[in-house]
């Protein structure tokens, strides 16, 4: 099958990120839509910023994208309002698909772009403009569609829920903190859009327009940032058993929709509480479906290029036989088997009340390569030794917990548990 050519308007931090990743899944690529995709051209301002880039793939001039009939799909992720506007319209009208990374470009423009994909029979796909790597423009657009959805709430913003975060953690000032978090690239050098609710509020109108089949305008959401935030009221919140976030809302009831973002006492045991750092989270609750949380990376270049290749990938996948439909789909792989795999162990013990048990236990594990973090002694008729492990390989664990198990005090076979740890 011969390449599918695509284009790449911008070449920055998400577009490099995609034809590295594009070349690096090459295989997995051919294996899930029946065959290869190759970057075609990218358009930049100043190809001498890129000397990495392969021979004759930038170019400054437009039309070349524009004008290639062998290119079918274009990824634009260069960002800002004009000329990406036009060069999206002109694409669109040329009939190419059209993937695009823009919120705001979406959220001020999405009814002229749309209606120019719809008038040419192509596809605009935005993945990418709401929460990077998570998939929840997918979700809401194809997922549920029936399930009645009529709320969302979300951290939308890694930037700010970074900010608060650190706010939380060491007590900074929220100057303190988003100095901080410029020193670390989680903010702009500008941060206005960030601070002041600007892009969250770009990407609820994004979410509330597919969620409620509605067109939420960008101006019609209430916004209000983190900058006017002191941390007096972060740390009052804390007292009384709530974190403060910045939470993106979007609400229907019954023929009425809403949208606003605003920083927002969290509850601890909701789940959007437990959200740190620069990850963004997003609720969806509707009638049939409950709950269902997303969570993952809001940003960076290769995450958000995922999101990209997903737009790309669905638009190349869905024009023949559509995805899992190709025979080479599905291959052979070898199994890892379940001794090899590591994590910290829960290890209990029912032995009898006889001294010097716990240092044998401990010495098994130690023999099998498996460290102590912690132990609990409870009397229970016997004695239960409960162990805590640093991270293990499980055979050797296992192992060891056998072993225990076959000397004279042991009154009862070991428990062994694994752990199941964040960021595993
Ligand atoms: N980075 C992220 O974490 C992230 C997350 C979510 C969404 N996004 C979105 O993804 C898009 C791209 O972000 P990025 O971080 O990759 O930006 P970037 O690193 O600044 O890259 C922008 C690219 O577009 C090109 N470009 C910009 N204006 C142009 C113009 N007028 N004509 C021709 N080329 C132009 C630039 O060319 P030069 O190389 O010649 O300057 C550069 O290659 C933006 O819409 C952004 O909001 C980014």
Known sequence: MSATRIGLLGYGNVGAAVHRLLDGGAAAIERVTGGPVQVAAA????PGRHPAAPGGLLTTDFARLRDDASISVVAEVMGGIEPTRAHVLALLRSGKSVVSANKQLLARHGEELFDAAEEHGVQLRFEASVCAAIPVVKVLRESMIVSGVHRIDGIVNGTTNFILSRMVQTGAAYADALAE??????????PTEDVTGADAAAKIAILASIAFHTRVRLEEVEHAGIDRLDLSDVEHAAELGYATKLIASAIQSGSAVVARVHPCLVA???PLAA???AFNAVMLRGESIREVILEGPGAGGEETATAVIGDLLAV????GTGFLQHDGYFRGLDRLPVRE???PFYLRF?????????AQVAQALAERGASVAQVVQRSAGGVHIVIL???AREGAVRDAAAAVGALGFSRSEPVVLPVLERGA
Not at 181 to 190: I, T
Not at 316 to 319: L, P
């Open 43 to 46: 358009l930049v301002r100043d």
């Open 268 to 270: 601890r045991d909701h």
């Open 350 to 358: 029912d032995v009898e009340d006889e001294p010097g048990v716990l």
């Open 341 to 343: 795999l590591e994590s």
């Open 316 to 319: 190349i996948g869905t024009r």
């Open 275 to 277: 959200v740190e750092g």
């Open 181 to 190: 978090a410029q020193a670390l690239g989680y903010a702009e050098a500008d």
């Open 389 to 391: 492990t640093h991270r």
